[in-house]
């Protein structure tokens, strides 16, 4: 009987930057959880786990370079966990096997994808109606992975009508990590974040938990321990806004005094974020729509009216995209006001996506 088939303890979890303290996880955002943007994490406050942008599988796929660059090359010290996305039992498990021979920390199972081009193909959040395929896939890759696997997922489809069925899969077959966004799928990033029902997987399910949705800032994130019980919190849109949020973290758990960053702090992480993105032959226009997704979430923290993002994104040079940022975060005075610890209400940022 192989090891991965013999009913043993869940797998020990590597620990956290400061051993004893939550846990901090980079949740999985497509186009944004890349080698660049987790190397600049680390120089800003390095998450205690990272999770890769998902791999796409099916019947003709391979393991997509430039996602396995963030897992070999990214050289930040931290873990990071291998995301899976799809619904074919045998190139699922293909897959599986292949990401074992890379130094990962675990194989994650995406269970919880809003994304209807997604759902619409039954993978992602479109997992979570069909509680039968959900066995069979956890049973699947349960014995494909010689090491930890773990799970990502929402509360459900529509309703939470299926979740206690999968929680009782969650432990059926011996997954060792659970994160919960407290959403489901047809919320997508709407709607209040049910931390009751996260705080019940929390319950129910043997391994351990991290709580996911609307983890804003790092005080939000102590508030979201409190309520859920959980061993610690996924972050993802919130870290695009503010990359000092897992610093800030630790440092509200150890009791010190918080790193409070000012406008002139932001400025230099747009330059930082313009330095990441560059790719050999990438013209500027594109880098530039690149960044506008970035700084959709930053300008959230910016003025309360939501003026920086209403000019940013009329900017098409780049030098008058960097004028506006100079004129909204370091001239004048400007920079020595703080940002917003928490977004201000009524600032959207578009697209939505990740958390």
């Not at 039954?122 to 010689?146: H, I, P, Q, W």
């Not at 990033?189 to 804003?216: F, K, Q, S």
Request: glycine residues 8%; proline residues 6%.
């Amino acid at each position: 009987m192989s090891p991965a088939s013999t009913p043993t303890a869940l797998r020990p979890l590597p620990e956290p930057v400061v051993p004893g303290q939550a846990v901090s996880a980079l949740a999985p955002m497509q186009d944004v959880t890349d080698l660049p943007f987790m190397r600049l994490l680390a120089k800003y406050g390095v998450p205690d786990y990272y999770f890769t942008e998902f791999f796409r599988v099916h019947s003709h796929s391979t393991l997509e370079r430039h996602i396995l660059e963030s897992v070999t090359d990214h050289g930040t010290g931290r873990p990071v966990f291998a995301q899976l996305i799809g619904e074919e039992l045998d190139h699922m498990e293909r897959a599986a096997r292949e990401l074992q021979r890379y130094p990962i920390a675990g194989v994650d199972l995406n269970m919880g994808c809003p994304a209807p081009k997604i759902y619409k193909k039954c993978v992602g959040g479109g997992l979570l109606r069909d509680v039968a395929k959900v066995d069979a896939l956890l049973g699947r890759l349960r014995e494909s992975c010689e090491g930890r696997f773990s799970v990502k997922m929402r509360l459900g489809f529509e309703e939470p009508d299926n979740y206690d069925a999968i929680l009782g899969l969650i432990e059926k077959h011996r997954v060792d990590l659970l994160s919960v966004h407290g959403r489901t799928v047809k919320q997508m990033y709407r709607g209040e974040v049910d931390y009751n029902l996260i705080r019940h997987a929390r319950e129910r399910v043997p391994c351990p938990v991290l709580a996911n949705g609307n983890v804003t800032s790092a005080l939000r994130g102590q508030e979201v321990l409190q309520q859920t019980g959980c061993f610690g919190v996924m972050i993802g849109r919130s870290a695009i806004r503010n990359p000092w949020i897992f610093r800030q973290f630790r440092e509200l758990q150890s009791g010190q005094a918080l790193f409070l960053p000012l406008l002139r702090d932001v400025r230099q992480y747009v330059d930082d974020l313009w330095e990441a993105l560059a790719r050999p032959g990438l013209e500027d226009r594109f880098r530039l729509n690149r960044m506008k997704k970035f700084l959709n979430f930053i300008g959230q923290g910016v003025d309360p009216d939501g003026a920086f993002l209403k000019d940013m994104r009329r900017a098409t040079e780049v030098a008058a995209f960097f004028g506006v940022c100079d004129r909204y975060l370091i001239q004048g005075a400007l920079g020595a006001q703080r940002f917003a610890t928490e977004p201000f209400p009524g600032v959207e940022a578009r697209p939505n996506r990740g958390d």
